[in-house]
């Protein structure tokens, strides 16, 4: 079966926008080509999607397995409890959902043992004056970085803890005892080889790293903090703007994303985030993560 998709680069570094797609028409065709395009352009916009939640899930599970092990599980979809929602509408009178999600720079799920790999955002409503998701390469930057640089980091683990993100978010209710023993630290290498390429590349979060094996917790955090502030620079991000039915698409282990504000008391908003399960990060070489710094 071939698919006849019109493709068209979206940014130097970051996007591809797909025309003439229908994910609803589940293929091995389909997951390979999406594959295909995403190790190339690390993110893709579906345009024209008419999606039921069932049928955002069918395609996320085609691509990977689903991750459905929330956190916040209060803002995930009564029937389809694999899907978070974030909107500023209500359903039979109730919020439905979070308003606020992602205003930071961030890859998803760092903390976690297994980070996310593609994150699906599908556009049911989105606002009608400009709104943009913001996308940044991790890539771009590792390339840029000297030999020296590269053998520093593939010594080196950064660590995670999901406390520190969700203490920021004062909109949130406190983590309870159960949701912090579903969040212990973790820790990643701070260069992976990506699964899907067999290419090596720069992997960091600064909204929840809590320090880097070697160094002092504050040492270790301004370094990641100067990593993220070159992925980030303005003159290379991707800002998509959405419109209705915009089925975007990125691969975690290559991005950082931000969501941008809007005007959340006149403008509706409904977007339906899947997530699908990433590998344990895999190291350059085999190692062992040292211990924290004091």
Not at 79 to 104: A, C, L, W
Not at 172 to 180: D, F, G, I, N, S
Not at 188 to 203: A, D, V
Request: proline share 7%.
């Amino acid at each position: 079966m071939t698919l006849d998709w019109n493709t068209r680069p979206l940014s130097p570094h970051i996007g591809c926008e797909v025309l003439n797609a229908d994910v609803r028409r589940l293929s091995p065709a389909l997951k390979d080509l999406t594959e295909a395009l995403i190790y190339t352009h690390h993110m893709l916009v579906f345009r024209d999607q008419d999606l039921t939640p069932a049928e955002l899930l069918d395609f996320t599970r085609l691509l990977g397995e689903i991750d459905g092990s929330h956190v916040q599980s209060e803002f995930t979809h009564p029937e389809y409890p694999d899907i978070f929602v974030i909107s500023n509408t209500q359903r039979e009178g109730r919020p439905f959902g979070t308003k606020m999600v992602g205003h930071h720079w961030h890859t998803d799920w760092a903390y976690k043992a297994r980070p996310a790999s593609f994150t699906l955002l599908y556009g049911a409503e989105v606002p009608a004056r400009p709104h943009h998701t913001l996308f940044a390469s991790q890539r771009r930057v590792y390339e840029q970085l000297t030999e020296e640089e590269k053998a520093d980091l593939r010594g080196r683990q950064a660590f995670y803890r999901y406390e520190k993100t969700h203490g920021v978010k004062h909109w949130y209710a406190p983590l309870t005892e159960a949701q912090k023993a579903m969040t212990p630290t973790v820790s990643h290498p701070m260069l992976r080889i990506h699964p899907g390429t067999g290419k090596e590349g720069l992997f960091v979060n600064r909204a929840d790293c809590v320090g880097v094996s070697g160094m002092s917790e504050e040492e270790g955090v301004a370094m990641v903090d100067a990593l993220v502030e070159r992925i980030v620079d303005p003159a290379h991000v991707y800002a998509h703007p959405w419109r209705p039915r915009d089925l975007v698409m990125w691969d975690n282990r290559v991005l950082l994303h931000a969501a941008t504000p809007y005007d959340m008391e006149n403008d509706r908003r409904l977007i339906y985030r899947t997530t699908t399960l990433g590998e344990r990060p895999i190291a350059p070489r085999p190692e062992v993560a040292e211990p924290l710094a004091g």
